[in-house]
């Protein structure tokens, strides 16, 4: 039993599911697919509608290269700072965020610079956490030990991307606060807003309703990534564009109105080529855009994050937890399989995978949009190869099917016409039945003459051996012209030429009956020869009567559910029943000295047109037809190019 049901295709399905499903897994599991699920996740990130949008509460200031060479030198000398603190805090805005490290001095104005900057308690500027390869870089020394200093480190995913925030690091002696995190604190202080335990972990941090839970090493698209320090995903809201900016230049020559300024967070950052301070983001995956976005705009937009999570509510993206990703996986592999075992048309079912693959990327952009990140790459990769081996078992299936049906049709009917039903198949096959179906065709009957006086000269034994090498040879003959045995009634045969496949022209029709006539032809030359052997033994002369009847029949399953058979009914039927055994010892229809005799309707004449030697008989009345039915006898087939 256990046997039989590995063996249905449900199970194997599930086989299939499974399979597919460890093979993903494993390439996840290794991070052989990080790189198409960061490149989803960038793709995600650049088709959000949000272009136009604009975050009014941060600005920044960009040193460009024009800016550098107005000032002949670089990096900047203390005193131009200390210049540029005075004219922004001018402008009273929440706070000022330089993105410069300036742990040494850079004459004229150290002293100048160190006041100014000591007086103007807005103002922050970046020191390099440092790490494992890199070394530390110091705050300005009049801001040393100040909560006025943040980190300026960035996390770069491999490829050189910055994809996430950080707002702690911790190197087990000292614990940094993010540039950014620093620069938006007293801003949301001002509006009531402060760090806060977090839900449901009170290790985790809270800005108003929101809870920014740390990023951990396998979370969204990542897999086994570095985590250290308190990490956020940058949701990059607006692009390269969400922020006003203005040169170095404006600010030092008062250009900048300070209402574009007032009660808001300032980064003063590079963005020359000169300096290099570039790192590339989600926005810049265009090959004209692969020389990156300056550091401080990475910097303002965690700025601009945090803000809109402390006082608009908007949460960071949240992560499906990892196995909930896998059992996602695991679901998707098995409905792909289901989809194949249910449709089994390989066309239709790789036309509804294909559906089933955009309604999983449209489903996952929209949950993406509503702030979920769902697992999109491994999902689809699952669903692809839960449907090429679907694909290939279904091919299999399918061959051993056809490979069976054949072996089945192929002793009843020419292997022409079983191919040609197996490529019809669609045409009269539902639930994997026949149909019924109203056809036109040809009906062939035949049956022997003299058969009692052999079988009184044969045992049982000889009789049957006799008679099975008699049908064996006509069969035979039916088949290679394209007909189907129908039935067998002791030494009488019934065949069909015209079905199961209907016929979608006139000329098919007529082709039948002429396949039908030609199949006569050569059984009476057949039975020729084997009268000829038969009478060396000593057997008596056998001859046959052929009855040939074209028109509309229904073809169709009769029988019961225990034995059942493809058969034609009709009134053509019956046609073809009586021309065969009207006057079988009438000589004015029968020449006695005939081997065979084929009588055939009306109908069956006009089809074969004048390509045979026919013989009207006239209008006969044939045993159960209230009418006169017009019958013509076939002698034999013109010879190509024959004077009529």
């Keep these: 039993m256990l046997r039989d049901w590995l063996r249905r295709p449900a199970s194997i399905g599930i086989g299939i599911g499974l399979i597919a499903f460890m093979a993903i897994a494993g390439l996840r599991l290794v991070g052989a697919l990080q790189p198409m699920e960061l490149a989803a996740y960038d793709l995600y990130l650049n088709s959000r509608n949000n272009a136009a949008w604009r975050e009014d509460r941060v600005a920044v200031v960009l040193i460009n290269d024009d800016d550098i060479r107005r000032q002949g030198r670089w990096p900047l000398p203390d005193n131009t700072l200390a210049d540029v603190v005075q004219k922004l805090a001018a402008a009273q805005p929440s706070a000022i965020g330089f993105d410069l490290y300036r742990d040494l001095p850079v004459a004229p104005g150290t002293e100048h ?55 702690f690091l911790d190197d087990g002696k000292t614990v940094g606060y993010a540039f950014a995190l620093r620069l938006a604190l007293p801003y949301l202080a001002e509006h009531g807003i402060t760090p806060a335990a977090g839900h449901p972990n ?36 607006g692009g390269a564009s969400a922020f006003r900016t203005f040169s170095l230049t404006d600010v030092l020559e008062g250009r900048v109105p300070a209402e574009a300024l007032r009660e808001r967070i300032v980064l003063v950052g590079v963005s020359a080529d000169s300096v290099k301070d570039f790192f590339l983001t989600p926005f810049n995956q265009r090959h004209t855009d692969l020389a990156g976005t300056p550091g401080v705009l990475v910097h303002a937009h965690a700025v601009s994050q945090l803000l809109r999570a402390g006082l608009d509510g908007e949460s960071p993206l949240t992560f499906v937890p990892t196995w909930a990703g896998y059992l996602g996986m695991l679901v998707w592999s098995l409905v792909a399989v289901a989809t194949a075992l249910r449709v089994r048309v390989l066309t239709v079912f790789a036309v509804l995978a294909a559906l089933e693959t955009l309604a999983l990327m449209g489903g996952s952009y929209a949950a993406f949009l509503a702030g979920w990140w769902i697992p999109v790459v491994p ?53 994997g039945r026949l149909q019924p179906r109203l056809l036109s065709a040809s009906i062939l009957f035949t049956d022997l003459h003299n058969f009692t006086a052999v079988a009184e000269r044969l045992s049982p034994a000889e009789l049957m051996e006799w008679l099975n090498l008699y049908m064996d040879r006509m069969a035979g003959l039916v088949m290679q012209h394209g007909g189907v045995i129908d039935d067998y009634f002791g030494d009488a045969i019934k065949a069909n030429f015209g079905v199961p496949v209907a016929r979608d022209s006139e000329r098919a029709i007529d082709d039948d009956a002429r396949q039908a006539v030609r199949c006569a032809l050569a059984m009476g030359v057949a039975l020729a020869q084997m009268n000829r052997d038969w009478e060396a033994a000593g057997l008596p002369h056998i001859s046959m009567r052929v009855g040939i009847a074209t028109g509309e029949v229904v073809a169709g399953c009769l029988g019961s559910t225990q034995r059942m058979k493809f058969t034609t009914l009709g009134d053509i039927v019956n046609t073809a029943a009586r021309l065969e055994t009207y006057g079988k010892d009438d000589p004015a229809v029968t020449a006695p000295d005939a081997i065979s005799r084929l009588l055939i309707s009306e109908e069956t004449a006009r089809r074969i047109g004048d390509g045979f030697i026919t013989v009207a008989v006239g209008a006969l009345k044939l045993k159960g037809k209230e009418s006169e039915v017009t019958v013509y006898r076939v002698e034999g087939e013109r010879a190509v190019g024959a004077a009529m």
């Design 202 to 237: 009170p290790d985790d941090m809270r800005l108003g309703a929101v809870t920014l839970h740390p990023m951990e090493a396998n979370d969204g698209p990542y897999v086994r990534a570095d985590a250290a320090g308190y990490q956020f995903p940058l949701d990059y809201k």
């Design 379 to 431: 999902l689809a990769l699952v669903g692809v190869a839960s449907a090429s081996l679907s694909i290939a078992y279904l091919s299999s299936l399918e061959r051993s099917e056809r490979r069976y049906l054949m072996d089945i049709f192929s002793k009843q009917v020419s292997p022409d016409v079983a191919e040609e039903m197996w490529r019809s198949r669609e045409q009269f096959l539902e639930g």
């Design 113 to 167: 610079f160190e006041q100014v900057v000591t007086a103007n308690g807005q103002v922050y500027f970046v020191m390099k956490f440092g790490g494992r390869n890199t070394a530390r870089v110091s705050a300005p020394p009049s801001l040393a030990n100040s909560d006025r200093v943040g980190f300026a480190d960035l996390l770069v995913d491999p490829g050189g991307f910055v994809r996430r925030g950080l707002l």
